[in-house]
């Protein structure tokens, strides 16, 4: 596609439910990464694929958090048992290599997900 | 730890004028630093990105600056027009993985 794209834009769910959060990179892209936008604390950043691996996932805030890469491709993060501070807005982004300083990182939409 | 610092948080200005937004950074190792533009209920759209061995780059109105030595970049926005307001968010790129830390962002409004 034309760019980065995310689904749902808005996910509502009930404290204790799992939720899974999809993400298309540009094609091509090898590098993918998830960040967080919450009221209190800013963009952080989650977790970064280097093809399907995931050699850093530092930000992921609780082993309630998990994501996946396959095929090079689409990313899935879910949350499990959700609870109201996961309430935030969750940014995909991607960019060519990852690796190299001249990469500029492409964000999508982003999926609002509120925690009830 | 990689820490950035945007002030003010918000900035109002009248329609034409010339206008400078900070950024400042704490851990010089940078790879870049990206200037990013954000309207409400949106992503995020990369606007410039300066590479740890340059000065300054230019696209259009805007112009972004660089200096690794004092932890500071500024985003330099000419004769600025209603359609430039937004918030306006710095990142620098560290690691192996290029990953971004973000400042929490200026909003910048733009009156007519």
């Known amino acids: 596609g034309a760019g980065v794209s995310q689904s749902p834009s808005n996910k509502v769910t009930e404290k204790g439910k799992d939720v899974e959060l999809r993400c298309d990179p540009i094609?091509?892209?090898?590098?993918l990464y998830w960040y967080r936008q919450s009221l209190g604390q800013g963009l952080e950043f989650l977790i970064y694929f280097q093809g399907n691996s995931a050699p850093d996932k530092s930000g992921l805030p609780s082993d309630r958090f998990s994501a996946e890469r396959t095929g090079g491709s689409v990313s899935t993060l879910t949350i499990q048992r959700t609870q109201q501070e996961d309430s935030a807005v969750y940014l995909c982004a991607s960019s060519t290599t990852g690796v190299l300083s001249t990469d500029t990182q492409y964000f999508g939409p982003g999926t609002r997900l509120t925690v009830l | 730890k990689q820490e950035v610092t945007q002030i003010p948080a918000a900035l109002s200005v009248p329609e034409g004028e010339n206008l400078v937004l900070n950024c400042s950074f704490t851990?010089?190792?940078?790879?870049?630093l990206q200037w990013f533009r954000q309207d409400p209920g949106k992503g995020l759209t990369s606007l410039l990105l300066?590479?740890?061995?340059?000065r300054e780059q230019t696209s259009g109105r805007l112009n972004a600056s660089l200096d690794k030595s004092s932890g500071r970049s500024t985003l330099y926005i000419a004769a600025s027009q209603p359609g430039d307001s937004a918030t306006y968010l710095c990142a620098a790129s560290t690691g192996a993985n290029s990953k971004l830390t973000f400042g929490k962002g200026i909003t910048l409004s733009v009156r007519p």
């Open positions: 300066i590479q740890s061995s340059q």
């Open positions: 094609s091509g892209h090898t590098a």
């Open positions: 851990d010089s190792a940078i790879y870049n």
